[in-house]
């Protein structure tokens, strides 16, 4: 079946710091590879999406890209900013075996100090 | 106006107890989803609708029940409520290939 696993958080860094968060996945089909933000008290947020191989997704300064020969899909920033403090959530959905259902990671909790 | 919204926002109640919670979307999407989530497990499918005749099983659909009254309402019922029920749950809409639309979530506790 279909899974993803995340770095083990908790993640701390300082303002400007930069955000690797990694993610590998397991998928028998061609999946689209997702990552997803979750704020304090509130639902989870598309952060940005890759349909493809070698594809990159990109939005608000993250960025990841879509890497087929490493099943991996790492998110990173170059300079993060204390409002970038969140739950990161990777996921994909493989239309082929699954529909349009989402297989999440665990989830890697940020803080960025000031 | 949000394009998908939950009630309640948070729920106590007691064990055995039943408990609905409900989930409206305003985005005309066909497919609707129930999840919940635990502290270090991500979110799990219980639930998955396609349209109003089409409901399926997730991963953890055991203790739950849903109900798609209408393309835009999709419920989830706990016919018995028990402590490890306590989470976090989100429901969430899609129309693909684009991406899911979550809800702002459910906070249950059952005591």
């Known amino acids: 079946g279909n899974s993803v696993t995340q770095m083990e958080g908790p993640v701390t860094l300082s303002e400007e710091a930069f955000l690797t968060i990694n993610c590998t996945y397991t998928?028998?089909?061609?999946?689209?590879l997702f990552w997803y933000v979750q704020y304090p008290g509130e639902g989870l947020q598309l952060l940005l999406k890759a349909t493809k191989a070698d594809d990159k997704g990109s939005n608000k300064g993250f960025e990841a890209t879509y890497r087929k020969e490493t099943t991996s899909f790492h998110l990173e920033k170059g300079s993060v900013q204390v409002s970038d403090s969140a739950v990161y959530f990777c996921?994909?959905?493989?239309?082929?075996?699954?529909?349009?259902?989402?297989?999440f990671g665990e989830g890697t909790q940020l803080t960025v100090n000031p | 106006d949000a394009d998908v919204t939950q009630t309640p926002r948070n729920r106590i109640t007691k064990t055995g107890k039943r408990i609905m919670l409900e989930c409206s979307q305003t985005k005309g999407h066909d497919r609707m989803y129930w999840y919940r989530q635990d502290p270090g497990l991500g979110l799990q499918l219980i639930y998955y609708?396609?349209?109003?005749?089409?409901?399926n099983k997730g991963e953890i659909s055991d203790g739950y029940s849903v109900s798609r009254q209408a393309q835009a309402k999709f419920s989830l019922s706990l016919e018995s409520a028990i402590p490890n029920q306590t989470a976090l749950y989100f429901c969430?809409?899609?129309?693909?290939?684009?991406?899911?639309?979550f809800g702002p979530g459910t906070r249950l506790t059952v005591t």
């Open positions: 969430a809409t899609s129309e693909p290939p684009r991406e899911q639309y």
């Open positions: 996921a994909l959905s493989d239309q082929e075996t699954s529909g349009s259902r989402l297989t």
């Open positions: 609708s396609f349209d109003v005749k089409d409901i």
């Open positions: 998928a028998t089909g061609y999946p689209s």
